[in-house]
């Protein structure tokens, strides 16, 4: 099988806990895991003494940006995802700007930048992850400060963005919350956003401002194409009948794997019954996809269906770890050979488990954000096949 054309970092966990492997795709650690001296685990730093630049960071694409010393670029974290933020800016050679943020006794927000930004292209990395109104809120405000600052642009980099589900009204008197999150982010002087994996593409249309709209699927698809599955064997499942489109769009990619489909009932929020399933997947190695994980109510249920119907293995796929409990519980039950989800949320240690492998999507909203700054389209090669909107 063929390897997609892309790198990614791989994060797993053992009976120990988390681990740190590399495979031999683009993006290599020299370094292994190592300890402090109170026994926890970190990650290098890379370009630290401790670590050494991954072979990814090397490329001339790079070197020509380091060249240029694009003084108009500032790159800012909030408090939700700063891993991935550092990653993204290792990634593109640069420093994260230095931003002051607190909060005060009754909860309160302080946001201060400790540089200047009059005349800059501003990019603010901040997912709106559980804690959801906090970090959402946080967002706001920091494009506020910059807006006040005077910065020329403003680019809200939302790796996971939360409200999503509430795109429509499946009953009366309900509120359409992502249209109104969307609102928030305009009226607070965003100029744009760039999203990974929406719940729907309708959600782009919430926004009076351009959305840059980049799939995570391309990083998982390269972590399966490393395995050695027989693409024979593979079969890819949708959890229900509203992830048809994305689950037929990763089959094709994924050696054009027949598609089979879970058909669920839901009763309640976060409620889920497994009714049947559309599709054999008897004897083969199942690979169920979906945008993000909460209480994985669904997920562990369909693949209670597809042992029972006869599948080999299950394999979970999703872009966003949201990990409500018993999520958990749930995932680390032996129903899943493998759970692989990307680092556009955090999973805070206490929340691995053997079975995970984290995929890092930093090279991927780093080279989206160049390409947003130089003004260049974000769907030609090599990055044409990473499903860039």
Known sequence: ??????????????????????????????EPLKFKGNGKPYLPIIG????????????????????????????????????LSQEIACYMGLELGKIKIKRFADGEIYVQLQESVRGCDVYLIQPTCPPANENLMELLIMIDACRRASAKNITAVIPYFGYARADRKTQGRESIAAKLVANLITEAGADRVLACDLHSGQSMGYFDIPVDHVHGQPVILDYLASKTICSDDLVVVSPDVGGVARARAFAKKLSDAPLAIVDKRRHGHNVAEVMNLIGDVRGKVAVV?????????????????LHQEGAREVYACSTHAVFSPPAIERLSSGLFQEVIITNTIPVAEQNYFPQLTILSVANLLGETIWRVHDDCSTGFEPYSTLGID
């Open 1 to 30: 099988m063929a390897s997609l054309a892309f790198s990614a970092t791989l994060i797993g966990t053992n009976k120990f806990g988390p681990r740190i492997h590399s495979r031999n795709i683009r993006c290599n650690l020299a």
């Open 48 to 83: 630290s003494e401790q670590g050494s630049f991954p072979n990814f960071l090397t490329s001339d694409y790079l070197e020509s940006k380091s060249l240029k010393n694009d003084t108009r670029l500032r790159i800012f974290s909030g408090t939700a995802n700063p891993a």
């Open 289 to 305: 996809v979906d945008d993000m994980i909460d209480t994985a109510g669904t997920i562990s249920k369909g693949a209670a269906l």
